[in-house]
């Protein structure tokens, strides 16, 4: 599967934002989505995941409350909508997906990425 994230921008602080993923593949359905955030000079962060069904949701401890994950499988897409966004909240947002939906918090247990996209909470 390929994934191509979108939706990155400059965002006011307390505003809110939607992160798009379109994947490419016939088996999207079949793959566990997420959404990671890498800071300048932190390691890659998990945000939001869920299972092939859309169950099993989990949520970073940063972002329970404001974020929210979503896919439309007829669509080939997965969302993350942002709100109460805080200057904290900076990072490149990456999508990724995988077959396995384990160790979800940990990236290497992602092996399909897109290529990130930025978002900037300004003060």
């Known amino acids: 599967v390929q994934l191509q994230a979108s939706g990155g921008g400059l965002v006011q602080a307390g505003g809110s934002s939607r992160l798009s993923c379109a994947a490419s593949g016939r088996t999207f359905s079949s793959y566990a989505v997420g959404w990671f955030r890498q800071a300048p000079g932190k390691e890659r962060e998990f945000v939001a995941g869920?299972?092939?069904?859309?169950?099993?949701?989990y949520y970073g401890d940063s972002v329970k409350g404001r974020f929210t994950i979503s896919r439309d499988n007829a669509k080939n897409m997965v969302y993350l909508q942002m709100n109460s966004l805080e200057p904290e909240d900076t990072a490149v947002y990456y999508c990724?997906?995988?077959?396995?939906?384990?160790?979800?918090?940990?990236?290497?247990?992602?092996?399909?990425w897109g290529q990130g996209t930025l978002v900037t909470v300004s003060s």
């Open positions: 990724a997906a995988a077959l396995y939906y384990v160790g979800v918090f940990d990236a290497r247990n992602w092996p399909y």
């Open positions: 869920f299972n092939r069904s859309g169950g099993n949701t």
